[in-house]
């Protein structure tokens, strides 16, 4: 049973690029989470995607969208990037919303920004 | 300020001693998650506590939840090599939303001396 999966590993992106960064959820977890870790911190939440809409955000600027797809795979695309956004970037999923539905993570995405 | 605080910031042990690591909270505590990251990668799930007094075991790591305290414990017996890495604990937002969307605290990096 394969994890949560990302690609890519890493990217090398310049200032005022636009970036895609894409995860696939655990079998049979519906719900997915971004989060974003900045060198020596906590993963921060992105936002949450449940039946292809956005269901939770946390403070992050609208450069950050996302989307989820019906195969419940997500994409998280960033625009007009700065060089704040260079960090792990980090897939999260859950088989529902539920405080005790367990967030499982993938491995992440390394951005950096130049 | 952090909604989570956890320490300490970084603990050196030698292989064999046994080690605590805390995590408090601002906020009532509705779940917490804790979490091992090796450097720069994914997150591993350790164990979910909700419940006061709750108490769970996974090997040589137990983690406890003191409800009125607004506080948790992760405690390693015994430790080896193998427990090196960043442990994280994750609050559950709370549950206006009944959400499962997380807020961490900056970690505590775990070094083991052979």
């Known amino acids: 049973d394969a994890g949560v999966t990302q690609s890519p590993t890493h990217l090398i992106k310049t200032r005022g690029q636009q970036v895609t960064l894409r995860c696939s959820p655990k079998?049979?977890?519906?719900?997915v989470s971004w989060y974003q870790q900045a060198l020596g911190q906590g993963p921060q939440f992105i936002f949450q995607?449940?039946?292809?809409?956005?269901?939770q955000r946390g403070n992050f600027p609208d450069r950050f969208s996302g989307h989820q797809f019906p195969n419940y795979s997500s994409e998280l695309n960033v625009n007009a990037l700065l060089l704040g956004d260079s960090a792990l970037y980090l897939c999260?999923?859950?088989?529902?919303?539920?405080?005790?539905?367990?967030?499982?993570f993938g491995p992440g995405t390394r951005l950096t920004v130049l | 300020s952090q909604e989570l605080e956890q320490s300490p910031q970084s603990l050196i042990v030698q292989e064999g001693k046994n080690l605590t690591i805390n995590c408090t909270s601002s906020k009532t505590l509705y779940g917490l998650y804790w979490y091992k990251q090796k450097y720069g990668e994914g997150l591993i799930f350790l164990m979910m506590?909700?419940?006061?007094?709750e108490e769970k075991s996974h090997e040589k790591i137990t983690a406890k939840l003191d409800e009125k305290k607004q506080q948790s414990s992760l405690h390693i017996t015994a430790s080896q090599p193998s427990h090196a890495g960043i442990y994280l604990c994750?609050?559950?937002?709370?549950?206006?939303?009944?959400?499962?969307?997380?807020?961490f605290g900056a970690g505590t990096r775990l070094t083991v001396k052979p």
């Open positions: 994750g609050a559950v937002h709370p549950p206006e939303g009944n959400n499962n969307d997380m807020r």
């Open positions: 995607y449940y039946e292809e809409e956005e269901r």
């Open positions: 079998s049979g977890h519906d719900t």
């Open positions: 506590l909700q419940k006061g007094g």
């Open positions: 999260a999923s859950s088989p529902g919303q539920g405080i005790t539905d367990t967030q499982y």
